[in-house]
């Protein structure tokens, strides 16, 4: 693998519609987290999604496609702030460089979700920092984008 000594930054921002709160909820109670995480063609299985939603507090969630397998994340939040903010970290155990990611430091990746009104609805701003080559970095964004596509279906009821 290469050495991907540089900090990358993935960012998206997106206006659901629905209230502040419900978008809160959707990333932090576990029955609806699990109706919409991961992207278009995966589920994932509530029994396999547990959120502690405290600062120290630790979550997990696998999400899984017929004919591609489970994707299992992991992490532990570093800040909560009901209804406005979301900090944790973000770790692929399914990585198959995550062993030596994480000797050097680099395994987790730190993930930001905002949460601001927005002409009754919510701004929702995604930041997730890491250690990514650009390769990596770009399908990642593209994960990030349908998974909140995912999102937005299940505020909208789909």
Not at 37 to 47: C, K, V
Not at 145 to 150: A, E, G, M, P
């Amino acid at each position: 693998m290469a050495d991907t000594t540089e900090l990358t930054a993935i960012a998206v921002t997106r206006v659901l519609d629905a209230p502040r709160a419900e978008v809160y909820r959707a990333w932090t109670e576990p029955e609806r987290f699990a109706q919409w995480w991961g992207p278009r063609g995966f589920t994932t299985e509530p029994s396999t999604v547990a959120l502690d939603v405290r600062v120290g507090g630790t979550w997990k969630a696998t999400m899984a496609a017929e004919g591609i397998g489970e994707f299992p994340f992991t992490g532990v939040y570093r800040e909560v702030v009901a209804n406005e903010r979301l900090v944790f970290t973000l770790v692929d155990p399914n990585d198959e460089n995550v062993a030596e990611r994480a000797e050097r430091g680099e395994a987790e990746e730190l993930t930001t979700v905002t949460f601001e009104d927005h002409d009754g609805g919510t701004t929702l701003c995604f930041q997730q920092v890491g250690r990514l080559d650009t390769e990596k970095a770009a399908e990642v964004e593209a994960g990030w984008n349908s998974f909140l596509d995912c999102l937005a279906d299940h505020l909208a009821g789909a």
